[in-house]
């Protein structure tokens, strides 16, 4: 039962995160808020992009919200492993692509 009240925050929390992100009016404090201090980054390039993984990753999340009911102990493996790719995927792709971005 946690893991489903775990899975159903965090899947909310992320898809309101990504919505906000690629909504936002204020794409430089938004840029801030998820880089830190990179001035030479085009804020609505980056927030864009975060944003709609963000969105994705929610949703992907929402979508194990039955396995979770089935199997709570598969559910968080599979949670711990898409937070885990998100984070590779934005280290990689912000590193890898940097220039893509200013």
Known sequence: MQVLIFNVIYAG???LVGIYIRKTKNKDTALLFLTGDYSDLNANKVCKVIGKRF??????????????LWK?????ICILFLTVILV????WDFTMNRS???
Do not use: A
């Open 55 to 68: 969105i994705l990753f929610g949703v992907l999340l929402g979508l194990l919200i039955p396995v979770t």
């Open 13 to 15: 929390f992320m898809l």
């Open 100 to 102: 893509k971005y200013i």
């Open 72 to 76: 709570s102990d598969v559910s968080f």
């Open 88 to 91: 590779i995927i934005e280290c």
